[in-house]
């Protein structure tokens, strides 16, 4: 069951609250402005607070706002540096690449020149080794032509001898030139007959000079050889006093008169460097029989037919080689 509560005594609210009259509330009045004035105060210096501070971040503010178009304007001033040199550098690139177009059409034309003249130089090896083949084709060719041509010049006078070192007569007729003949085969004790003599000239000679060359030729081969055995039999025989001038008669000066076969140009030549090579490497002969040069060691030796210059240039390497 509730109960109400007790009600309250004069006495406790006597002593709880002292009861004013209405004289005392001009004076409570009075004692209560000074807590309204330190509210207004109190109030007045937190707005003067905030707007210090409201102060203090505009101008951080503003300092920031600075500060971030400062760093933008130098981000700008770098990215224009930056661009700058960007394009630079783009510019420099695309020319790099016009001169590497360059180079590399240029490396092309090159490269195609290059291999135009390797094909060219290949085509020009083939036709080297083939000119080289004709040329050897030829040299075989030439060399057989030029053995025809000393084997017909060798046919041609291979029943001619030479008589060298013959007095001049003064306007000297073929006739002089038969009885010559004839006084040179009576000294040798040959019986020879006109019919048999072909031919006879002599050979020309400078004017100062009292002596020159003589050829006859023959009918055939055989008074050819008839005449040069019985010249080496008369010298052999007559060491002292071998044939000359005053001996078949023509002069009494004893001019010697030397005999031997007609040889060509290109057998002469070959005699005088075969006659050289014998006396360099002590060969005992070196003889000349029917147009053809021989030489021979000594007198068991076979002989050795001699047919260009560079045969005896091997002889002559062999010995040089066997001697060492």
């Not at 006084?183 to 007959?193: E, F, G, N, P, R």
């Not at 100062?208 to 010249?231: A, P």
Request: charge should be positive; aromatic fraction near 6%; glycine fraction near 2%.
């Amino acid at each position: 069951m509730l109960r109400s509560p007790a009600k309250e005594t004069s006495t406790s609210k006597s002593n709880t609250s002292p009861s004013r009259s209405d004289s005392d509330i001009p004076k409570l009045c009075k004692q209560s402005q000074p807590s309204h004035n330190i509210t207004d105060n109190s109030t007045k210096g937190r707005n003067a607070k905030r707007r210090r501070a409201s102060g203090e971040s505009s101008a951080d503010s503003n300092n920031l706002s600075d500060f971030k178009n400062e760093i933008k304007d130098m981000i700008k001033e770098m990215m224009c540096d930056q661009n700058s040199r960007l394009d630079t550098f783009e510019r420099y690139i695309k020319e790099i690449k016009c001169h590497y177009t360059k180079i590399q059409d240029t490396n092309n034309t090159i490269e195609k020149s290059m291999n135009y003249m390797s094909d060219q130089l290949t085509s020009l090896e083939a036709n080297i080794a083939s000119l080289d083949k004709e040329r050897k084709t030829m040299l075989l060719q030439l060399s057989s032509l030029q053995d025809k041509i000393y084997s017909l010049e060798r046919d041609a006078i291979k029943t001619s001898i030479e008589i060298r070192n013959v007095p001049k007569q003064p306007h000297e007729t073929k006739d002089q030139l038969f009885l010559l003949v004839q006084k040179v085969t009576k000294a040798l004790s040959v019986d020879l007959q006109s019919t048999e003599i072909r031919d006879v000239q002599r050979h020309p000679s400078k004017k100062e000079q009292k002596t020159s060359t003589v050829t006859i030729e023959f009918c055939n081969t055989l008074t050819k050889h008839r005449l040069l055995d019985s010249v080496k039999d008369f010298n052999r025989q007559n060491s002292t006093e071998k044939l000359s001038s005053s001996t078949i008669g023509i002069d009494s000066q004893k001019t010697p008169i030397y005999i031997a076969e007609k040889l060509t140009p290109h057998e002469k030549q070959l005699f005088f460097v075969a006659r050289k090579f014998a006396k360099a490497n002590q060969y005992a002969y070196c003889w000349t029989s029917n147009g053809r040069v021989l030489i021979r060691k000594d007198s068991t030796s076979p002989y050795v037919v001699v047919k260009n210059e560079s045969q005896l240039e091997n002889m002559s390497n062999a010995n040089s080689n066997s001697s060492k």
